[in-house]
């Protein structure tokens, strides 16, 4: 599967994690992890947010993998799609 085809099954999951499993949701987010992992951080993103994070992953001394994982998973617990007690688990 193509870069931009799990991009869609990741977009179409969003919008129903109330049908989905919670075993499919963990894969899913799993599969996005080291698909983010693998790929560094060239996201595609426009050059004022890529600015945007060098200049926060600067400020906190952290890498931009680092931080985007951070922001990942932050936005996850605040969403209730991982517990908070998880949080230790991803660094």
């Known amino acids: 599967m193509g870069p931009a085809n799990f991009a869609q099954e990741l977009l179409s999951a969003a919008d129903r994690t109330g049908e989905m499993s919670g075993s499919d949701l963990k894969a899913l987010l799993?599969?996005?992890?080291?698909?983010?992992?693998?790929?560094g951080c060239d996201l595609g993103m426009e050059a004022d947010i890529e600015e945007a994070l060098d200049g926060a992953a600067a400020e906190m001394r952290v890498s931009k993998t680092h931080l985007l994982q951070s922001i990942a998973v932050q936005w996850l617990?605040?969403?209730?799609?991982?517990?908070?007690?998880?949080?230790?688990?991803?660094g």
């Open 77 to 90: 617990i605040a969403n209730s799609h991982i517990p908070l007690y998880k949080m230790d688990d991803w």
């Open 30 to 39: 799993r599969r996005a992890a080291l698909v983010l992992r693998n790929a």
